[in-house]
T-cell receptor, first 111, second 115 residues
Framework: GESVGLHLPTLSVQEGDNSIINCAYSNSASDYFIWYKQESGKGPQFIIDIRSNMDKRQGQRVTVLLNKTVKHLSLQIAATQPGDSAVYFCAENKNTDKLIFGTGTRLQVFP | DAGVIQSPRHEVTEMGQEVTLRCKPISGHDYLFWYRQTMMRGLELLIYFNNNVPIDDSGMPEDRFSAKMPNASFSTLKIQPSEPRDSAVYFC?????????????FGPGTRLLVL
């Protein structure tokens, strides 16, 4: 049937809780992965990246985990705040100039 | 650093009119990307440039779309004639060249509405 639009999975979390956003990537040969945050009315903003020779990388309140065996990427946000509410995209790269973006996950933070 | 700059931020036009979107990449970045974002199709790469040369335009929807990069600090995306289905948010992104420089930095986007 005809698509009526992308269905964005939504994650709802309480302020102060930890959030985990998941992403399945497509190409087992991809060697670079990146997470972007997009707030309403704004462009995607870089959060954190990781190379395939690593399985974990930490930033400020964020951690990215990479499981190459099952082609899975996750973004963990500690102590989620209202300002974290946004759509989060993962993207992959296989030694090219282009990024392949996922469809995104909407994170909603409620008080 | 000012980041990627796009103009206009909003554009409303009538079907059949020419639309020109503008982008100034981050100074020193060798790559410039044009994306389109819609609810139906998500974020799509339209075209990208390296050192002002178009490298891959396979994402450009049709001949009504054209993009240029006359110098390292300026690029345009033109739609002529525009159609209602072109309504979307258009993003420009840039990245540095060289090895291990995959991170793209996005501008704020141009929200286009074609009536």
């Amino acid at each position: 049937g005809e698509s009526v639009g992308l269905h964005l999975p939504t994650l709802s979390v309480q302020e102060g809780d930890n959030s985990i956003i998941n992403c399945a990537y497509s190409n087992s040969a991809s060697d670079y992965f990146i997470w972007y945050k997009q707030e309403s009315g704004k462009g995607p903003q870089f959060i954190i990246d990781i190379r395939s020779n690593m399985d974990k990388r930490q930033g400020q309140r964020v951690t990215v985990l990479l499981n190459k065996t099952v082609k899975h990427l996750s973004l963990q946000i500690a102590a989620t705040q209202p300002g974290d509410s946004a759509v989060y995209f993962c993207a992959e790269n296989k030694n090219t100039d282009k990024l392949i973006f996922g469809t995104g996950t909407r994170l909603q933070v409620f008080p | 650093d000012a980041g990627v700059i796009q103009s206009p931020r909003h554009e409303v036009t009538e079907m059949g009119q020419e639309v020109t979107l503008r982008c100034k990449p981050i100074s020193g970045h060798d790559y410039l990307f044009w994306y389109r974002q819609t609810m139906m199709r998500g974020l799509e790469l339209l075209i990208y440039f390296n050192n002002n040369v178009p490298i891959d335009d396979s994402g450009m929807p049709e001949d009504r779309f054209s993009a240029k990069m006359p110098n390292a600090s300026f690029s345009t995306l033109k739609i002529q004639p525009s159609e209602p289905r072109d309504s979307a948010v258009y993003f420009c992104a840039s990245k540095a060249g060289g090895l291990r420089s995959e991170t793209q930095y996005f501008g704020p986007g141009t929200r286009l509405l074609v009536l």
